[in-house]
């Protein structure tokens, strides 16, 4: 934790904003476009149908994103007081989602196996998406005190958990060309999200000339759980440990 926050890192403040407003706005884009048309078709085809966790769910992901994007403006304006307090709210939606999430997708992949008989490996994706945002957003929580690290985790925790917006419409098109392998199922999961972090990295490196300490923790911490879903997503071990995770 001491090499996250040791070290100057230039504060600028304008760049910052505009950069954080952008990368903002663009996670916006990856979840209306991915969750907005698949919402759309599948209400269009079935209906309200959803299991109610999964209704719970996205209202919760929803408030996040809008909590975010509130606690930025506030920033914005000057008033880092306002911030603080509603930073409270903020943990405790984290932690909600933390429980919802693995648990919506438990139930959905349950449904989905008595209806279709898909197996539920893809857990090792939806899983490990929770334990990037939690690693992440504590991270970015408990360093609130240093904002050039603090901002810089929470943003990534934000790109890292809305990955699943981007994998239903903007990353299809990139994956369709590579096929169902390696390649091709990393670029559908993760290329969206990957390229914000990166592009993250890159705003302070053409700002600075240095990345953050945090920001490249947090981009080793990413990495890491992205490799072990991948390689679980084959493993007959892993599948049948899902299996017994849905009850079957």
Excluded: C
Excluded at 238 to 243: F, I, V
């Amino acid at each position: 934790m001491t090499a996250i926050v040791s070290g100057y890192f230039p504060a600028q403040p304008r760049a910052d904003r505009q950069a954080f407003l952008l990368f903002t706005a663009l996670v916006w884009l990856g979840v209306l476009s991915g969750f907005g048309t698949d919402s759309f078709r599948h209400l269009r085809k079935f209906g309200l149908d959803y299991p109610w966790i999964v209704h719970v769910h996205a209202v919760a992901f929803v408030g996040y994103l809008v909590l975010f994007t509130v606690q930025m403006a506030l920033i914005r304006k000057g008033r880092p007081d306002i911030h603080r307090k509603l930073g409270v709210a903020g943990a405790a939606l984290a932690v909600v989602m933390l429980v919802l999430g693995p648990a919506a997708a438990i139930v959905v992949h349950g449904i989905r196996y008595a209806a279709t008989g898909d197996t539920p490996e893809f857990l090792a994706v939806q899983l490990t998406d929770m334990l990037a945002f939690a690693g992440l957003t504590g991270a970015g929580l408990l360093l609130r005190r240093t904002s050039s690290a603090h901002k810089r985790l929470m943003l990534m925790g934000l790109i890292y958990i809305s990955d699943a917006g981007f994998g239903r419409f903007l990353n299809g098109f990139a994956a369709a060309p590579l096929g169902d392998g390696l390649a091709g199922t990393a670029v559908a999961v993760y290329l969206g999200s990957d390229l914000l972090m990166l592009g993250l990295g890159a705003f302070d490196l053409l700002t600075r000339g240095r990345l953050h300490p945090a920001y490249i923790a947090g981009l080793a911490w990413v990495l890491l759980l992205q490799a072990s879903a991948l390689s679980l997503l084959p493993n007959a071990a892993w599948k049948a440990l899902t299996l017994h995770m849905i009850g079957h």
